[in-house]
């Protein structure tokens, strides 16, 4: 059973901070995706990374896809209001159909 | 263009009473997929679909739990009977199935007193 541990569970900030967030699993992954999700919302897809050692920029958010395609890391510069909410990565595997998600991060801001 | 379509958006019922979620996917998307939310757990797979044909039930909890796809257009997610510890948040989500990137519908809420 391929297993996704995203840490840390929580992460409270202050607004303008810089964060990291991280996603490990001790399977290989073929494809390794993040999703945003905002409550009472379904999942949004941010990011598909899909090579070892990919990094893909999406205005302030970075996204890394580790070497050996077991890990990868979600980092947000300068933090505003709008990037709370529950980060989720989710591994594919060889199928191509099947997603294995983490527990998610969650974000949130301080007044 | 339409996202995936889940209703309805809350649903309250009594234990030992049939549900039914309904799910429209993504015009075009080939493979559906049904999950389960909840703060202890968080997002399990219960069963996907592609091209309208059950391939993953190994999620399903158990015989209470049943899914179908008549069509491309259309699924539905059975509960029967329902109990307590089956509230939780139900999303529905579909992809295109080449790498894996899905969409999610905005969830049913599922509260069983």
């Known amino acids: 059973t391929q297993l996704l541990e995203q840490s840390p569970q929580f992460l409270s900030i202050q607004e303008g901070e810089n964060l990291t967030v991280y996603c490990n699993s001790s399977?290989?992954?073929?494809?390794l995706q993040w999703y945003r999700q905002e409550p009472g919302e379904g999942p949004v897809l941010l990011v598909t990374?899909?090579?070892?050692?990919e990094v893909k920029k999406l205005k302030r958010l970075t996204f890394q896809f580790g070497d050996a395609r077991k890990d990868s890391s979600l980092h947000i510069t300068a933090a505003q209001p709008g990037d709370t909410g529950l980060y989720l990565c989710a591994g594919g595997g060889g199928s191509n159909y099947k997603l294995t998600f983490g527990k998610g991060t969650l974000l949130t801001m301080n007044p | 263009d339409a996202g995936v379509i889940q209703s309805p958006r809350h649903e309250v019922t009594e234990m030992g009473q049939e549900v039914t979620l309904r799910c429209k996917p993504i015009s075009g998307h080939n493979s559906l997929f049904w999950y389960r939310q909840t703060m202890m757990r968080g997002l399990e797979l219960l069963i996907y679909?592609?091209?309208?044909?059950?391939?993953?039930d190994s999620g399903m909890p158990e015989d209470r739990f049943s899914a179908k796809m008549p069509n491309a257009s259309f699924s539905t997610l059975k509960i029967q009977p329902s109990e307590p510890r089956d509230s939780a948040v139900y999303f529905c989500a579909s992809s295109l199935g080449r790498i894996g990137e899905q969409y999610f519908g905005p969830g049913t809420r599922l509260t069983v007193t």
């Open positions: 399977s290989v992954f073929s494809s």
């Open positions: 679909f592609n091209n309208n044909v059950p391939i993953d």
């Open positions: 990374v899909v090579t070892g050692g």
